[in-house]
């Protein structure tokens, strides 16, 4: 509607102009509004006199009336009209409401977790924070690869394997395995610290790694494998699968094609011993380093292998990378020396790094190397504990209590970490993601188990030719239409800014106006008419409530 009829009647002005449309946040003003202070300059005309003239000038049957308020024009959009397109859209497409058919091959690198160390919740946010934008990439028809990026390679071995030299004899790690490789880790690095040659040896064992001297690849293999298993019950948990699982030693083979192209390409100096490529042209002032002055390969030069990897492999048209903004600069130094790796511009201009905030606990940040962490597994399965006792009280007949806890428990803690713009710090709180009332999942859940009784109690399934659009003009009707209507644009804001927390707030927007309409009307009317109406449009409400909720990686009970 709002791209029919005002980007058409104001005289197929451009996308911009159309992108200028805003949402009336108080129905009574209008539904949308077009300011026109951006045409003031191109008309050379006031923002007022534009907004006279085009109320004067446009005439469509979709629009109920236009007022021009002080440079703005506001729409008021025919009632009947609207709920007629919309709830026709819903009914020939259902399923399939919302989507789009894109054709681009948009990969997404998410969790990425270090192997050797416990899956704690600091990396929470960049497992859900993938697994969404990869959900909602999908849903809107991209070709969309989802990539867990191992951290299996780095120094960091190179401590491993020195602290099971020393104390391996000392740990079973046939039972908790993960819990005992981090307590070697912190004893080894609180070792190195102290002592320059312990941390020479460190450095030496990634060295042999890197030169695949078999008894450093067995140890690693070993604590790969150890990692995996561990790693893989907490995706369970989670429902999350991904289609590539690849670590960075899958493209240690590619490092010297890297470091060949630079160096053809003169881009490569020695400073210090260590390859380095100077990024000051790019208005980078740290150099980006591609090879240490033992020879040794970093993080970056791992990077850059991978681009060149998946740009054969993929032909990709995005490739986004999301991690906390502690590795901003890293990833503006690898795709500023992606430019001369000779890849077609697609490749490097599809280049695109999410940075989000850090989580904290009370007690301040957590570190792996201090021992200061909470397991992920931890707090997944406490708040599916929560919930279930707060479920057994208020039903404690509930079969399927199980299942149920954990779908809100999960949900609740996925939901949390969604809810806030991905660019502010956070501290981790499950008591508030818990909550059954206010901004939460198990809020939406309910809900939505809310509207799933009434249909089971409606005694005939409802048709789109038994609604008559009359009896759902008024109140909260028309805001959940407009709000159904809204779907579409929601997902595509959440992926034009990268910000699952479009999708979250607009979930909760839609659960509290249902329960607004729910206060207002009698839902399962004596009127047979009104009964239909209120039937099918909750019905909508309900399914739109599920596909979001599963976009961002959340189950839906049937019953609470």
């Given at each position: 509607?709002?791209?029919?009829?005002?980007?058409?009647?104001?005289?197929?002005?451009?996308?911009?102009?159309?992108?200028?449309?805003?949402?009336?946040?108080?129905?009574?003003?209008?539904?949308?509004?077009?300011?026109?202070?951006?045409?003031?300059?191109?008309?050379?005309?006031?923002?007022?006199?534009?907004?006279?003239?085009?109320?004067?000038?446009?005439?469509?049957?979709?629009?109920?009336?236009?007022?021009?308020?002080?440079?703005?024009?506001?729409?008021?959009?025919?009632?009947?009209?609207?709920?007629?397109?919309?709830?026709?859209?819903?009914?020939?497409?259902?399923?399939?409401?919302?989507?789009?058919?894109?054709?681009?091959?948009?990969?997404?690198?998410?969790?990425?977790?270090?192997?050797?160390?416990?899956?704690?919740?600091?990396?929470?946010?960049?497992?859900?924070?993938?697994?969404?934008?990869?959900?909602?990439?999908?849903?809107?028809?991209?070709?969309?690869?989802?990539?867990?990026?191992?951290?299996?390679?780095?120094?960091?071995?190179?401590?491993?394997?020195?602290?099971?030299?020393?104390?391996?004899?000392?740990?079973?790690?046939?039972?908790?395995?993960?819990?005992?490789?981090?307590?070697?880790?912190?004893?080894?690095?609180?070792?190195?610290?102290?002592?320059?040659?312990?941390?020479?040896?460190?450095?030496?064992?990634?060295?042999?790694?890197?030169?695949?001297?078999?008894?450093?690849?067995?140890?690693?293999?070993?604590?790969?494998?150890?990692?995996?298993?561990?790693?893989?019950?907490?995706?369970?948990?989670?429902?999350?699968?991904?289609?590539?699982?690849?670590?960075?030693?899958?493209?240690?083979?590619?490092?010297?094609?890297?470091?060949?192209?630079?160096?053809?390409?003169?881009?490569?100096?020695?400073?210090?011993?260590?390859?380095?490529?100077?990024?000051?042209?790019?208005?980078?002032?740290?150099?980006?380093?591609?090879?240490?002055?033992?020879?040794?390969?970093?993080?970056?030069?791992?990077?850059?292998?991978?681009?060149?990897?998946?740009?054969?492999?993929?032909?990709?048209?995005?490739?986004?990378?999301?991690?906390?903004?502690?590795?901003?600069?890293?990833?503006?130094?690898?795709?500023?020396?992606?430019?001369?790796?000779?890849?077609?511009?697609?490749?490097?201009?599809?280049?695109?790094?999410?940075?989000?905030?850090?989580?904290?606990?009370?007690?301040g940040k957590m570190s792996t190397r201090k021992g200061n962490f909470i397991k992920l597994d931890d707090v997944l399965n406490e708040s599916i504990s929560k919930a279930k006792e707060?479920?057994?009280?208020?039903?404690?007949?509930?079969?399927?209590?199980?299942?149920?806890?954990?779908?809100?428990?999960?949900?609740?803690?996925?939901?949390?970490?969604?809810?806030?713009?991905?660019?502010?710090?956070?501290?981790?709180?499950?008591?508030?993601?818990?909550?059954?009332?206010?901004?939460?999942?198990?809020?939406?859940?309910?809900?939505?188990v809310r509207i799933r009784s009434i249909l089971r109690k409606n005694d005939k399934e409802v048709l789109l030719n038994d609604v008559k659009y009359d009896k759902l003009l008024e109140?909260?009707?028309?805001?959940?239409?407009?709000?159904?209507?809204?779907?579409?644009?929601?997902?595509?804001?959440?992926?034009?800014?990268?910000?699952?927390?479009?999708?979250?707030?607009?979930?909760?927007?839609?659960?509290?106006?249902?329960?607004?309409?729910?206060?207002?009307?009698?839902?399962?009317?004596?009127?047979?008419?009104?009964?239909?109406?209120?039937?099918?449009?909750?019905?909508?409400?309900?399914?739109?409530?599920?596909?979001?909720?599963?976009?961002?990686?959340?189950?839906?009970?049937?019953?609470?």
């Open positions: 509607v709002r791209r029919q009829v005002v980007y058409d009647d104001i005289g197929g002005l451009t996308q911009g102009v159309y992108d200028l449309i805003k949402e009336i946040d108080d129905p009574s003003k209008g539904d949308y509004a077009f300011p026109c202070f951006s045409l003031s300059k191109e008309l050379h005309k006031s923002p007022v006199d534009i907004a006279n003239e085009l109320a004067s000038k446009i005439n469509d049957e979709r629009i109920e009336k236009i007022e021009s308020v002080n440079g703005y024009l506001n729409f008021f959009i025919q009632k009947e009209y609207l709920i007629k397109e919309v709830l026709t859209e819903y009914g020939n497409k259902r399923s399939d409401y919302g989507k789009e058919n894109h054709k681009e091959t948009v990969l997404v690198e998410y969790s990425s977790p270090n192997i050797c160390k416990p899956f704690h919740i600091g990396h929470m946010r960049t497992t859900l924070i993938g697994h969404a934008l990869y959900n909602i990439y999908k849903y809107l028809g991209y070709n969309t690869i989802g990539i867990n990026h191992l951290g299996d390679y780095g120094s960091q071995f190179g401590k491993l394997i020195e602290g099971y030299k020393l104390w391996g004899n000392e740990y079973d790690l046939s039972v908790d395995a993960i819990d005992k490789l981090v307590e070697m880790y912190v004893r080894i690095n609180a070792l190195a610290s102290e002592d320059e040659t312990v941390l020479e040896r460190c450095r030496e064992n990634f060295k042999k790694l890197e030169d695949k001297e078999p008894e450093y690849v067995a140890l690693w293999e070993k604590f790969r494998d150890l990692s995996l298993e561990e790693f893989n019950k907490t995706y369970d948990l989670l429902g999350i699968k991904f289609d590539s699982i690849k670590g960075e030693a899958s493209y240690s083979d590619g490092i010297d094609e890297v470091v060949n192209i630079l160096e053809k390409n003169n881009k490569i100096t020695i400073s210090e011993g260590a390859k380095i490529v100077d990024l000051t042209d790019d208005g980078i002032e740290t150099p980006c380093i591609i090879k240490k002055s033992d020879g040794s390969s970093i993080y970056a030069t791992r990077d850059l292998a991978a681009i060149l990897y998946r740009a054969r492999t993929y032909d990709y048209d995005k490739s986004i990378y999301i991690t906390g903004y502690e590795q901003d600069l890293h990833f503006k130094q690898v795709f500023a020396v992606a430019k001369y790796l000779d890849l077609d511009e697609k490749y490097v201009k599809g280049l695109e790094h999410i940075s989000y905030g850090l989580y904290s606990l009370k007690e707060v479920i057994l009280e208020k039903n404690p007949e509930l079969e399927d209590l199980d299942d149920v806890a954990k779908k809100v428990g999960i949900g609740a803690v996925i939901f949390g970490d969604l809810y806030n713009s991905l660019s502010k710090d956070e501290v981790f709180d499950l008591d508030e993601m818990i909550k059954f009332n206010g901004e939460t999942s198990p809020y939406i859940q309910y809900m939505y109140g909260q009707a028309y805001e959940l239409v407009k709000l159904i209507y809204k779907f579409n644009d929601v997902l595509n804001a959440v992926i034009d800014k990268n910000e699952p927390y479009f999708l979250s707030r607009y979930l909760i927007k839609l659960a509290t106006t249902y329960s607004e309409y729910y206060n207002e009307v009698k839902i399962l009317s004596d009127d047979i008419d009104e009964r239909n109406s209120r039937i099918y449009l909750i019905t909508i409400v309900s399914e739109i409530l599920k596909t979001g909720c599963n976009l961002l990686g959340i189950e839906m009970p049937e019953r609470m």
